[in-house]
């Protein structure tokens, strides 16, 4: 793979994540009746980073959990290989709440149509809304985010690769070629 550009730098990608959390802020007026939950592994850290910047906002706590949908995956039957769990942390009641929901690349929606079951199997949001850093297009289920970093339209033999610094040593956001077939 060969990176075709570099679509968020550092500072771009600081911003993006500021205006997220006001965006959050200002459709759920104020933080009171939020929770925010991330989809393993990027999406738990990129949810960690958003709810830093809704506290240091709201100067108030935030309910802060992690869900890992490999149960709930569509693609596990006929994979005979032993899926890796990582486990599900949300130690709080997400009844009667406005879930926010964060994953780093909306794509076909199968990841967020997995979240989605395990969260209602948890409990009855009032809502459940989606906060992705990138949404590349190219869906198969009509799911839609809330709250979109940036939009990058892609081909199909394109990848959306988010670096972070706590796993990739730095923020931002790349656009790669793949050699060809689906991304």
Do not use: C, W
Not at 2 to 19: G, I, M, N, P, Y
Not at 128 to 145: F, K, S, T
Not at 146 to 162: C, H, S
Request: net charge negative.
């Amino acid at each position: 793979m060969k990176v075709k550009s570099k679509v968020l730098d550092h500072t771009a990608f600081e911003r993006t994540l500021t205006r997220l959390a006001h965006e959050i802020l200002e459709k759920n007026r104020g933080s009171e009746s939020i929770v925010i939950v991330g989809i393993v592994t990027r999406g738990e850290i990129l949810a960690r980073r958003l709810a830093a910047k809704i506290q240091n906002i709201e100067h108030r706590e935030l309910r802060i959990g992690f869900i890992d949908i490999t149960l709930y995956r569509d693609d596990l039957r006929g994979n005979p290989a032993q899926p890796i769990l990582r486990g599900t942390d949300i130690h709080f009641d997400i009844t009667d709440r406005n879930v926010i929901l964060v994953d780093d690349v909306l794509y076909t929606g199968r990841t967020v149509r997995a979240a989605l079951d395990e969260l209602v199997d948890l409990g009855r949001p009032s809502s459940i809304q989606l906060a992705v850093l990138v949404d590349r297009g190219h869906r198969e289920l009509p799911i839609r985010a809330d709250y979109v970093g940036k939009n990058i339209p892609t081909a199909r033999n394109e990848e959306v690769r988010v670096m972070l610094t706590e796993t990739d040593g730095e923020d931002s956001v790349l656009l790669l070629e793949t050699d060809g077939g689906d991304a």
